[in-house]
C-alpha cells in the first residue's frame, strides 16, 4: 500500500457538496485530497433549486457570475405557491431576479450541470488532489489527525492517505457515518413519492408557477425547473406499488391533466421514501459529517442541497483559522450545534409544508361534503410561501447571542445591495469587503477603537470598510445601520454583532475574540 501524507482536510465525496468544500477549502491555502466513488457525475437530476445565498458563498472565491450564468433567469409567471384540486390558485410568492443577498434569490438549475461545473473546478484546483473513481474505507481517526485509505474501484493496490481532518459527504447512505456509529434522529415524516422528470417539447401547455397541488384524492407537486426540463412529484396513496407507480402508462395518467402526452420525453421516473431526520452528532473526533449524510428533508422547499452546502460555508472558515494556529480546535465544536439547530428549523419547516398540503387537501374534502373544514393548526399558519416566514437566524456559536431575535439583524445574512463608489464604479457590497471577516461602519468615525481590538482584527485579517461614499444603486444597505454604527460580519456573511447603546465597538471586537477562541 502507498501512503500519501499531510494533507490539512480530506473530503469524501464529490457531490455538489463535497465539491464545493473542495473549492472553497481550496481557495483558502489549504491542502485538500478529495476522494470519489464515481467517475462520472450522476447524469440524471436530483437537487433543483439553489438560494442566491450560495451563489453569494460562490462570489467570494470568484465564481459567482459562472454560477449564475447556469442558473434559470427568472421567467413571465414564475411564482411559488400552493392550489386546490383544481390547480386554482389559493396563495404564495413571486419569483424575483434580486435579493438580499445580490443575487436571484432562488434560482432553477439542472444538477448535472451545475455538479459539473464544481467538480471540474475542485479537479483543475492546485491545492486539490484527487481520487476519483477511488473506494474510501478503514477510516482512522487518532493523535488528532486522520487517515483513510483510497481503493481503485476496480481493485488494485490502495493509497493510505492521512490528514489533519475529514469531511463527510458521502451522501445520505454514508460509509463514513456508520463507520462512526451516527444514528439518524427521526422528525417524523416518511412517505413513498413518485418522481417523474420530463424534457417539454413545441406545444405543451405547462405554466412557469411552481405548485403544491392540494387535491385530496392525490397530493403532487410541478415544478417548474431550468427550461426546457419539468419535474412532478406524486404521493403514493395506500397500497400502491412502486412497480405500477414506474409503469409508463400510469406516469402519463398522471401527467395527461397538465398536458398531452406527445409534448414531452420521460428523463427519469422513481419511487422515494421521503423523510426528515438529522443525525445525533456531526463530529466525532477529527471527523465531520455534512450534506446528506448529515440531514435528509422533504424536498418541499427545496433545501436539500442548500443546508448542505451551508454546512460547508460553515466549515470553510472555520478549519483554516485552526490549521493556521490562530483559533482553538474549539471553535470548530461549533459546527454540531449551529448547523443542527439550523438545518432541523429548516427540515421541520419542509414538514410543516407538507402537513399544511395534507390540511389543505382536508379543507377541501370537507367543503366536498358539505360539512365545516377543520381550523388550521398554529404551527402550519405561517409554514406556505409567501405567509411571511423566512429563513432562521443562527442561534448558537459565533454571534452575539444576546442580540439574536426573530426580528434582528444578529445571526442573519448581512445584506449585499449593488453599490456605486466614489469612482463611479458598480458592484456588489461584499467585493469591498474582501473574503474574511469585515468591520462595517457608517462612517471613519465610527471606526475609531483601541489598540488591542486594532490587533484583534489584524490577527485575523479583518478589513474595514465605511460606506461612506458608496450608493445603493439596486438593493438596501443592511438595516442594523438605521439604529447602529457598526457591524462585524464574518466570512460566510452572517452578522456577529452590532454596536449599541451599551455595546461599542470595542466591546464587539472583544466579544469576537472570545467567540473565536482566538490563540
Known amino acids: 500500500m502507498t501512503s500519501r501524507s499531510e494533507f490539512d482536510v480530506i473530503i469524501v465525496g464529490l457531490g455538489p457538496v463535497g465539491a464545493t468544500a473542495a473549492i472553497l477549502f481550496g481557495e483558502a491555502g489549504?491542502?485538500?485530497?478529495a476522494i470519489e466513488r464515481d467517475e462520472e457525475v450522476y447524469r440524471l437530476p436530483r437537487a433543483v433549486n439553489l438560494d442566491g445565498e450560495i451563489v453569494r458563498a460562490l462570489q467570494r472565491v470568484g465564481r459567482g457570475e459562472a454560477v449564475d450564468a447556469i442558473m434559470q433567469s427568472?421567467?413571465?409567471g414564475d411564482r411559488a405557491g400552493f392550489a386546490n384540486s383544481r390547480r386554482e390558485w389559493l396563495f404564495g410568492s413571486e419569483a424575483r431576479d434580486f435579493g438580499v443577498n445580490g443575487w436571484q434569490p432562488m434560482n432553477m438549475f439542472d444538477q448535472p450541470e451545475l455538479e459539473r461545473y464544481l467538480r471540474d473546478e475542485a479537479l483543475s484546483h492546485p491545492n486539490v488532489t484527487a481520487f476519483v473513481g477511488y473506494e474510501a474505507d478503514n477510516l482512522v481517526d487518532s493523535n488528532g489527525a486522520t487517515r483513510i485509505t483510497a481503493t481503485p474501484n476496480g481493485g488494485g493496490e490502495g493509497t493510505e492517505i492521512r490528514g489533519r481532518y475529514l469531511i463527510a459527504c458521502d451522501g445520505a447512505s454514508s460509509s463514513i457515518r456508520r463507520q462512526l456509529g451516527i444514528e439518524w434522529q427521526s422528525l417524523g415524516y416518511d412517505h413513498n413519492w413518485l418522481v417523474v422528470d420530463v424534457t417539454v417539447k413545441a406545444g405543451h401547455t405547462l405554466d412557469n408557477a411552481t405548485v403544491q397541488v392540494c387535491d385530496p384524492e392525490r397530493l403532487s407537486t410541478y415544478v417548474c425547473t431550468k427550461d426546457p426540463y419539468r419535474r412532478w412529484e406524486f404521493r403514493m396513496n395506500e397500497g400502491e406499488t412502486a412497480e405500477h407507480m414506474l409503469e409508463t402508462e400510469t406516469i402519463q395518467s398522471l401527467i395527461d391533466p397538465w398536458t398531452p402526452r406527445d409534448t414531452y420525453d420521460i428523463r427519469r421516473a422513481a419511487v422515494y421514501q421521503f423523510h426528515a431526520a438529522t443525525a445525533n452528532r456531526w463530529r466525532v473526533g477529527n471527523v465531520f459529517i455534512a450534506g446528506d449524510a448529515a440531514h435528509q428533508t422533504p424536498p418541499f422547499l427545496g433545501q436539500g442541497m442548500n443546508a448542505g452546502m451551508r454546512d460547508v460555508i460553515n466549515l470553510a472558515w472555520k478549519l483554516p483559522m485552526v490549521v493556521r494556529g490562530i483559533a482553538d480546535d474549539r471553535l470548530l465544536d461549533t459546527y454540531h450545534a449551529v448547523r443542527d439547530a439550523h438545518a432541523r428549523d429548516l427540515v421541520e419547516w419542509a414538514v410543516s409544508i407538507g402537513r399544511l398540503m395534507e390540511h389543505l387537501a382536508d379543507v377541501e374534502r370537507a367543503e366536498r361534503a358539505g360539512g365545516i373544514p377543520p381550523e388550521t393548526p398554529p404551527a402550519l399558519q405561517s409554514?406556505?410561501?409567501?405567509?411571511?416566514?423566512?429563513?432562521p437566524p443562527l442561534r448558537d456559536g459565533a454571534v452575539m447571542l444576546d442580540q439574536v431575535s426573530d426580528t434582528g439583524s444578529t445571526g442573519?445574512?448581512?445584506?449585499?445591495?449593488m453599490v456605486r463608489d466614489a469612482r463611479g464604479r458598480e458592484l456588489r457590497l461584499d467585493e469591498q469587503l474582501g473574503a474574511g471577516f469585515a468591520l462595517v461602519a457608517r462612517s471613519n468615525a465610527d471606526t475609531e477603537m483601541s489598540a488591542q481590538s486594532r490587533a484583534v482584527l489584524d490577527r485575523i485579517g479583518a478589513s474595514?470598510?465605511?460606506l461612506d461614499g458608496l450608493e445603493t444603486t439596486r438593493g438596501h444597505f443592511d438595516r442594523l445601520f438605521k439604529g447602529s454604527a457598526a457591524a462585524i460580519v464574518r466570512p460566510d456573511r452572517i452578522v456577529f454583532g452590532h454596536t449599541t447603546e451599551t455595546t461599542c465597538l470595542d466591546d464587539l471586537v472583544g466579544a469576537l475574540a472570545e467567540n473565536l477562541h482566538l490563540t
Open 30 to 33: 489549504l491542502k485538500i485530497a
Open 74 to 76: 427568472v421567467r413571465p
Open 383 to 391: 409554514s406556505g410561501y409567501g405567509q411571511g416566514r423566512e429563513q
Open 412 to 417: 442573519y445574512l448581512f445584506s449585499q445591495p
Open 464 to 466: 474595514v470598510v465605511t
